[in-house]
């Protein structure tokens, strides 16, 4: 690869092609684009080998999480869980440390949400200084193993969905905060 073609830190190197990849999920993400979620799975299975993935948004006050999107071939899909934080699982860890999981082996003594996997990994998604939410894929293939270098890759995923989603909801309170100047100025 030539300078031109990656862009390579101390521990890894992202395609400009991955890049572009990402820049794209997050301009539909930012739109509301309605295949926002099939274009990330095939960004997920690409990139980390496995299109078993899941979503979850997490509402504090409510202390529960929803899944817009659950992708995982061996289990039924999860609508939301209630009470997250009275419950031993990963994806609580990841929302309440605000910090990724890597996981390359059978962990019993927190739970996965699904089938145990032979890899797994989360990262959170944040707006500002709070978590919103966490990305987890799963790899129930022997030959996929997750690295420090797709925990960076899916932390880049989750910072980007966090940072469009931040700005669709931004410019949806401009709209509002317009409209309510414009009645106001109307009277």
């Known amino acids: 690869m030539s300078k031109v073609d990656s862009i390579g830190t101390s521990s890894s190197i992202y395609s400009v092609?991955?890049?572009?990849?990402?820049?794209?999920?997050?301009?539909?993400?930012?739109?509301?684009?309605?295949?926002?979620?099939?274009?990330?799975?095939?960004?997920?299975?690409?990139?980390?080998?496995?299109?078993?993935?899941?979503?979850?948004?997490?509402?504090?006050?409510?202390d529960e999480v929803t899944f817009p999107y659950f992708r995982i071939k061996k289990k039924e899909r999860h609508t939301s869980i209630k009470n997250i934080s009275n419950q031993e699982l990963l994806l609580y860890d990841i929302i309440d440390q605000k910090k990724s999981i890597l996981k390359n082996k059978k962990d019993n003594k927190k739970r996965y949400l699904v089938p145990s996997p032979f890899s797994w990994i989360g990262v959170p998604m944040e707006i500002g200084e709070g978590v919103f939410g966490a990305i987890v894929v799963l790899g129930y293939h022997q030959n996929i193993q997750f690295n420090e270098e797709k925990n960076q890759l899916l932390s880049i995923i989750g910072i980007s969905i966090g940072t469009s989603l931040e700005l669709r909801n931004s410019r949806e309170d401009l709209k509002e905060k317009d409209k309510a100047n414009k009645a106001l100025f109307k009277i």
């Open 17 to 62: 092609e991955m890049l572009q990849d990402i820049a794209n999920i997050s301009k539909s993400f930012s739109k509301n684009d309605s295949k926002r979620y099939l274009k990330l799975e095939i960004i997920i299975d690409r990139y980390f080998g496995s299109s078993d993935f899941y979503i979850a948004l997490y509402n504090k006050e409510k």
